[in-house]
């Protein structure tokens, strides 16, 4: 790639392009995750409407249609899944149940939205890859981390341009505030929520393929410890992992628990990509002692540096993609397998994981 000696790059804010009223009606279900709200508040904009919500518990439905009062309460999933107008569910069910729901909703021929982690074991991955193959619909995953964040869209743009060159290592850090006291049982219990890097660190990966275009990669080693958290031994408060992509890229990225009570935001999520001309840092969500609360890029290259604060200069293409993609038969948002390799590299980087700490005697 020819390198760009400059920094005189602007944001390029997407061009919103609704779908048409009344063309695309979907649902949510499994409301155990805030992230159903953003799913759902993105679509909307998108143009769909949302048509109906369900969960198993009445309070989780009643704060839902206060963001969406024209949601109808369904008495079931089967309720939502027989009903032929609806063409998409968003699920943000607890982790270990998106796989079986995700099953059912292809089933009855509707397209599937998860939020992340998509899966929590490679036979969940397996059955919805055999599933998608079977009926030639969509399992879109929300790996919020980018797709939500508008300093990752202004990297992808930067990286088209050549800013930085030709990207060989990708640097990740997710760390997450735990508020253990709102937290739910099935939280701490590994079965559910599949351990921390198949669960956050499932955001790393995705960006990294994404903004290395690597289609593949291999687990060189992956950590995960329970350092802080005696009284949930199956709780895992940190984890690393280290990988090679397919076509040379470096990757390394750690996810955590341990965000202060003294930082302002939930996490201070952060973003390096290293290139052959220079590097780019994403301070996603707040960048400290700077009075900013995040969407800042830091541009470094042979032209000089340069700070960019771009909150409300690119917003969320994915809803606007991904709402054609469902009714035009297409695939502009995220490449099918693009979604599924990501959760795949996570389970594969968990289980090595988990196998280490058994053989090892790790606490």
Same mark, same amino acid.
């Given at each position: 790639m020819e390198s760009t000696h400059h920094t005189d790059f602007e944001p390029i804010h997407h061009q919103e392009n609704l779908v048409k009223p009344n063309t695309l009606f979907i649902a949510a279900c499994g409301l155990e995750h805030g992230h159903?709200?953003?799913?759902?508040?993105?679509?909307?904009?998108?143009?769909?409407?949302i048509s109906w919500v369900w969960d198993k518990d009445p309070n989780k439905i009643a704060a839902f249609q206060e963001e969406f009062p024209e949601a109808k309460t369904a008495s079931s999933l089967n309720e939502i899944l027989q009903d032929q107008g609806i063409q998409m569910v968003a699920c943000a069910a607890i982790p270990s149940e998106r796989g079986h729901i995700g099953l059912h909703v292809l089933d009855a021929g509707k397209h599937f939205f998860s939020a992340k982690t998509p899966f929590t074991t490679l036979e969940q991955l397996h059955a919805a890859r055999e599933k998608v193959n079977e009926t030639g619909l969509t399992w879109a995953v929300f790996y919020s981390e980018r797709l939500q964040?508008?300093?990752?869209?202004?990297?992808?743009? =930067?990286?088209?341009?050549?800013?930085?060159?030709?990207?060989?290592?990708? =640097?990740?850090?997710?760390?997450?505030? #735990?508020?253990?006291?709102?937290?739910?049982?099935?939280?701490?219990?590994?079965?559910?929520?599949?351990?921390? !890097?198949?669960d956050i660190g499932s955001h790393?990966?995705?960006?990294? #393929?994404?903004?290395?275009h690597a289609k593949d990669a291999t687990i060189q080693s992956s950590t995960v410890r329970n350092f802080a958290h005696p009284e949930h031994p199956e709780f895992e408060d940190y984890g690393d992992v280290h990988l090679i992509g397919d076509n040379g890229a470096m990757h390394y990225f750690r996810v955590d628990w341990?965000?202060?009570?003294?930082?302002?935001?939930?996490?201070?999520?952060?973003?390096?990509? =290293?290139?052959?001309?220079?590097?780019?840092?994403l301070r996603k969500y707040v960048d400290i002692t700077s009075n900013s609360d995040g969407e800042r890029l830091y541009l470094v290259n042979h032209g000089g540096e340069r700070l960019y604060d771009v909150r409300g200069k690119i917003g969320y293409p994915y809803f606007y993609?991904?709402?054609?993609?469902? #009714?035009?038969?297409?695939?502009?948002?995220?490449?099918?397998?693009?979604?599924?390799?990501?959760?795949?590299?996570?389970? =594969?980087?968990?289980?090595?994981?988990?196998?280490?700490?058994?053989?090892?005697? !790790?606490?």
């Open positions: 159903i709200y953003s799913m759902c508040k993105g679509m909307k904009k998108a143009g769909a409407v964040v508008e300093c990752s869209g202004f990297a992808e743009q =930067l990286l088209e341009q050549g800013a930085i060159g030709d990207v060989i290592q990708v =640097l990740g850090l997710g760390p997450h505030r #735990l508020n253990i006291t709102n937290r739910p049982e099935w939280f701490f219990q590994k079965a559910y929520y599949g351990g921390i !890097i198949s790393q990966i995705e960006q990294f #393929l994404w903004f290395t341990f965000t202060p009570d003294g930082l302002s935001n939930w996490g201070d999520g952060r973003t390096t990509i =290293l290139g052959t001309d220079g590097y780019i840092e993609r991904l709402a054609h993609d469902i #009714l035009e038969n297409t695939s502009t948002a995220m490449p099918q397998e693009h979604a599924f390799k990501a959760a795949e590299l996570c389970l =594969l980087a968990q289980h090595r994981a988990d196998t280490q700490k058994k053989e090892g005697g !790790i606490r």
